[in-house]
């Protein structure tokens, strides 16, 4: 678990907030579930902007729709070796979506989590040697 300052800050760090989207569906946004949350991303985003401008909206978070599958675990779906085993641990697309072992992945192979965080949990996503083989070199490349 992370606070939601933290995840401002993994928010900010992952994308270009200066690119404007090319439609609403891609744009940069936060949203907060109460006054606090809207504070501090208010002052996150007023951070930023000291070097130019902002294209993230901030908004109440109102209604959650899951983005289209192949947007789910995407940088994870670029990996091969990793997807048939998913695939045959998660036979269901729902279940992939669904799945904390692929989010976890997802994450170390979009550049998130260092390797010791990795060799914590490695162990738990059921791998074959193969795969823990990979995962580790990508992340120890970092």
């Known amino acids: 678990m ?12 992952a994308h270009n907030p200066r690119a404007p ?4 569906q891609y744009r940069s946004a936060i949203f907060f579930h ?10 996150s985003k007023k951070r930023q902007q000291k070097d130019g401008r902002i294209y993230t909206d901030i908004e109440p978070l109102s209604e959650f729709y899951l983005a289209e599958d192949y947007h789910q675990k995407y940088y994870l779906r670029g990996v091969g070796l990793l997807m048939e085993e998913m695939k045959a641990m998660y036979p269901q697309e729902r279940q992939f979506v669904d799945s904390t ?3 976890r ?6 550049g998130f989590g260092t390797l010791e965080q990795l060799e914590g949990e490695l162990e738990s996503f059921g791998l ?3 795969a823990e083989k990979y995962i580790r ?3 120890s490349r970092r």
Do not use: C, K, M, P
């Open 137 to 139: 070199e990508r992340v």
């Open 21 to 24: 989207s090319f439609s609403r």
């Open 34 to 43: 109460d006054g606090e949350q809207q504070r501090l991303a208010e002052e």
């Open 128 to 130: 074959s040697e193969q």
């Open 2 to 13: 992370i606070s939601y300052a933290q995840l401002l800050d993994v928010f900010w760090g």
């Open 105 to 110: 992945l997802n994450g170390y192979v979009g």
């Open 101 to 103: 072992t692929a989010a």
